[in-house]
C-alpha cells in the first residue's frame, strides 16, 4: 500500500513539473504530444501538435518558434528567419518569434540566396529577409534555378527584373521563358526568338518555336524542325519532324543526331548529312565504345543491328537487344558462375562482337554470324 502511494505521488510530482516547464526548455523526446515534421536545416525541425506548428533546434534541445502557427514554411538566412502561416496569411518572423514582414498571401522562394517574392490580393512583389519591399508589384514575378533575373507579368505583357526590383528586360512580350543559360526564349508579334538578360537579340522573331541550347537552338517553323548556330546561322534546314540531339560518344570525330520524318527515325552527322535513312522505329547505342560502329535498331517491331553504312549485320528476328556489349555479358556470367560453364566455345573477346538478345522469350547469347553462344 505504502509503496501505491508512493509512486501515485511520484507520478502527480512529475506531471506538475512537466506542465510547469516553460515551453522553450521543452524537449520533443520527452513529449508524446509533439511529434517532428519537416527536417529545415541539419538542426531546425517542423514540431507539431494537434494541427499547429513551430520549429524545434534539435542542437539545443528546445523549442524555438512556439507551436502556434497553421504552418512553418520554410527557413532561411541560415536559420535566422522563418516563414510562417496563421489565419491564411503567411509572414517572416525571427527566432525570437518577432514579425519582421508584412502579412501576405504567399510566400515564395526565389534561386537568389537574399530575396523572396510576395503575394497578396493576386499581384507580387520581392522582398528581403528583413521584410522590406523591393521594387513595385506585378501581377506576377517568378523565379527560374540558376537565372539571376525573375520574369514578371505586367498587365498581359512579360519582361524581366533583377533581384533589386529593376527591370532589365521591358515589358512587351507575349510569353518569356527564363532557363538557366543567359540564352532567353522570347514571343513578339505570334513569334518565337531568343534574347539575352539585356534584351539584345540572339535569335530573330521569325520561328514558330524555338529550344535553346548550351551551343545551338532546335527551331520550327511550318511544323519542321531544323538547327541554329550560335550565330543565328540555319546549319540544317526546317525539313524534320523531330531533331533528337547529339551523341558525340559513337565517334570522338563527329557528332550525330537522330532525326524522325513522318513516324520513322534516321540518323545525320552535324552537316546533315544522311548517315541512317529515316526507315526506323528505333535506334539505340551501346554504352561500350568498342561497339562503336554497332546500331540496335527496330524495324517493324523486331531488333536487328546495323552499322554507320546502313548495312544489316544481324538480322531483324529479335524481340529485344540489351545495351551493353561484350562488357555487361561478361558481367553477367562472371556474377553467375554456374552459368559460364554453359557458353559453348568460351573464346570470344571483346574484340568481338557478341550481343545478349531475347528470342521466343528468352535470352540468349550470339555473335554476329547468329551462332548461338550461349542458352539458358
Known amino acids: 500500500m505504502r509503496t501505491t502511494v508512493l509512486f501515485l505521488f511520484l507520478f502527480i510530482y512529475n506531471l506538475s513539473l512537466a506542465q510547469n516547464k516553460p515551453a522553450n526548455e521543452l524537449t520533443i523526446r520527452n513529449d508524446p504530444e509533439q511529434r517532428l515534421g519537416t527536417c529545415f536545416s541539419n538542426s531546425l525541425w517542423g514540431i507539431q501538435e494537434g494541427k499547429k506548428y513551430g520549429l524545434y533546434d534539435d542542437k539545443n534541445k528546445k523549442i524555438v518558434i512556439p507551436v502556434q502557427y497553421d504552418n512553418v514554411i520554410a527557413v532561411y538566412d541560415n536559420g535566422k528567419i522563418v516563414s510562417v502561416e496563421a489565419d491564411k496569411k503567411s509572414f517572416l518572423v525571427d527566432l525570437q518569434n518577432k514579425p519582421v514582414s508584412k502579412k501576405y498571401d504567399g510566400i515564395r522562394s526565389t534561386s537568389s540566396l537574399s530575396t523572396l517574392i510576395a503575394e497578396k490580393d493576386n499581384k507580387s512583389i520581392l522582398i528581403d529577409f528583413n521584410g522590406k519591399e523591393k521594387g513595385p508589384w506585378y501581377d506576377k514575378i517568378d523565379s527560374t534555378y540558376g537565372s539571376e533575373i525573375l520574369m514578371a507579368q505586367s498587365n498581359t505583357l512579360y519582361g524581366a527584373i533583377d533581384l533589386n526590383g529593376t527591370i532589365k528586360i521591358p515589358f512587351k512580350y507575349q510569353s518569356i521563358e527564363l532557363g538557366s543559360s543567359k540564352k532567353i526564349k522570347a514571343q513578339l508579334n505570334n513569334q518565337w526568338g531568343v534574347i539575352d538578360e539585356n534584351n539584345k537579340v540572339l535569335v530573330d522573331f521569325k520561328y514558330d518555336d524555338i529550344e535553346p541550347r548550351s551551343d545551338e537552338y532546335i527551331v520550327t517553323k511550318n511544323r519542321k524542325k531544323g538547327v541554329l548556330d550560335n550565330k543565328n546561322k540555319l546549319i540544317i534546314d526546317c525539313v524534320y519532324d523531330g531533331i533528337y540531339g547529339t551523341s558525340d560518344k559513337l565517334d570522338k570525330h563527329s557528332k550525330y543526331r537522330q532525326v524522325k520524318l513522318e513516324d520513322k527515325i534516321g540518323l545525320i552527322d552535324s552537316t546533315a548529312n544522311t548517315i541512317i535513312p529515316a526507315e526506323y522505329e528505333n535506334l539505340n547505342f551501346f554504352e561500350d565504345l568498342k561497339f562503336n560502329k554497332r546500331i540496335m535498331a527496330l524495324k517493324n517491331n523486331k531488333w536487328g543491328i546495323i552499322d554507320f553504312d546502313n548495312k544489316v549485320i544481324v538480322p531483324f528476328e529479335y524481340e529485344k537487344i540489351k545495351r551493353g556489349g561484350y562488357s555487361e555479358i561478361i558481367e553477367y556470367l562472371n556474377a553467375v558462375p554456374t552459368e559460364k ?36
Open 341 to 376: 560453364s554453359k557458353v559453348k566455345n568460351w573464346s570470344f573477346n571483346e574484340n568481338d562482337f557478341v550481343y545478349f538478345v531475347k528470342s521466343n522469350g528468352e535470352y540468349i547469347i550470339i555473335n554476329e554470324k547468329q551462332k548461338v553462344l550461349y542458352k539458358k
